[in-house]
């Protein structure tokens, strides 16, 4: 999937949800508000993917200048929810923010102001880091420790120096996405980790991690299922960097 003509506005802000209840339109209304505070030209949009809660009604009567809402018929996956916004998009910047609410959209607004910051080459990649030094969350001690785990692997697979590639908040220059999108393949959780390697190895580095404060406790479990899938995925990436090559192939 690509990038669609663009940009005409500052920054496009996707929040792909899955059975958030009325959290997602919490998260919503703060991104308009936050985002409408900083003169920033922005659009949001709102991909449910296939959820089965009702919430797609909790985003009726939004301003639709501003938010846009799209269903997926079934459940794909966060990265396939992810790409369907990306391909809307008139950004320079696209990014995205997890709809469950545990990240407080406020913090777009801080992601934003650095893509903008005068005197510095504009960042490929702004993103929020859970294990930044002063980031504020609370989160059990074993998740803490697959947390540890997982970012131990990445560096010893790709060689990549972000210390959480996880967090459900980050932004990326327009021309980078144009060029790593159409070679991505992850449809679940590791979309973020794939994104982050795929702009690596085409030579984009200039990452830049930012503080997060996570204002609730996690509140789910990660289940064995949930762990086994990320790590077949994870070596399904390691394949395509080591093997197939299928990352360094020109579009065609």
Same mark, same amino acid.
């Given at each position: 999937? !690509?990038? $669609?003509? $663009?940009? !005409? =506005?500052?920054?496009?802000?996707?929040?792909?949800? #899955?059975?958030?209840?009325?959290?997602? /339109?919490?998260?919503?209304?703060? =991104?308009?508000?936050?985002?409408?505070?900083?003169?920033?030209?922005?659009?949001?949009?709102?991909? +449910?993917?296939?959820?089965?809660?009702?919430?797609? &009604?909790?985003?009726?009567? @939004?301003?639709?200048?501003?938010?846009?809402?799209?269903?997926?018929?079934?459940?794909?996956?966060?990265?396939?929810?992810?790409?369907?916004?990306?391909?809307?998009?008139?950004? /320079?910047?696209? $990014? #995205?923010?997890?709809?469950?609410?545990?990240?407080?959209? %406020?913090?777009?607004?801080?992601?934003?102001?650095?893509?903008?910051?005068?005197?510095?080459?504009?960042?490929?990649?702004?993103?929020?880091?859970? &294990?930044?030094?002063?980031?504020?969350?609370?989160?059990?001690?074993?998740?803490?420790?697959? +947390?540890?785990?997982?970012?131990?692997?990445?560096?010893?697979?790709?060689? =990549?120096?972000?210390?959480?590639?996880?967090?459900?908040?980050?932004?990326?220059?327009?021309?980078? =996405?144009?060029?790593?999108?159409?070679?991505?393949?992850?449809? /679940?959780?590791?979309?973020?980790?794939?994104?982050?390697?795929?702009?690596?190895? @085409?030579?984009?580095?200039?990452?830049? %991690?930012?503080?997060?404060?996570?204002?609730?406790? #996690?509140?789910?479990?990660?289940?064995?299922?949930?762990?086994?899938?990320?790590?077949?995925?994870?070596?399904?990436?390691?394949?395509?960097?080591? #093997?197939?090559?299928?990352?360094?192939?020109?579009?065609?």
């Amino acid at each position: 999937m !690509t990038l $669609g003509d $663009g940009p !005409t =506005l500052d920054l496009t802000v996707v929040v792909p949800y #899955f059975n958030p209840g009325d959290r997602v /339109r919490e998260t919503v209304e703060e =991104l308009v508000r936050t985002l409408s505070a900083t003169g920033t030209s922005f659009e949001v949009i709102a991909v +449910s993917d296939g959820s089965t809660d009702g919430s797609e &009604r909790a985003l009726a009567g @939004l301003s639709s200048d501003l938010v846009r809402t799209v269903r997926l018929q079934h459940n794909c996956g966060k990265g396939e929810a992810l790409r369907v916004g990306f391909a809307m998009g008139q950004g /320079r910047f696209l $990014g #995205f923010i997890d709809g469950d609410g545990d990240l407080p959209a %406020e913090q777009v607004a801080t992601l934003a102001g650095i893509t903008r910051a005068a005197g510095h080459p504009a960042p490929d990649v702004v993103l929020g880091s859970k &294990r930044h030094p002063t980031s504020q969350v609370v989160y059990p001690p074993l998740r803490r420790f697959y +947390s540890w785990v997982w970012q131990q692997l990445v560096l010893a697979l790709f060689g =990549l120096h972000v210390s959480d590639t996880q967090t459900g908040l980050k932004l990326v220059r327009r021309d980078v =996405l144009a060029e790593v999108l159409p070679r991505m393949l992850e449809k /679940r959780f590791a979309f973020d980790l794939e994104l982050l390697v795929v702009a690596s190895r @085409l030579g984009y580095r200039r990452f830049v %991690e930012v503080p997060v404060h996570i204002r609730q406790r #996690f509140g789910s479990t990660v289940s064995p299922r949930a762990i086994a899938g990320m790590l077949l995925d994870l070596f399904a990436i390691f394949y395509r960097v080591r #093997f197939s090559r299928s990352y360094d192939r020109p579009l065609t």
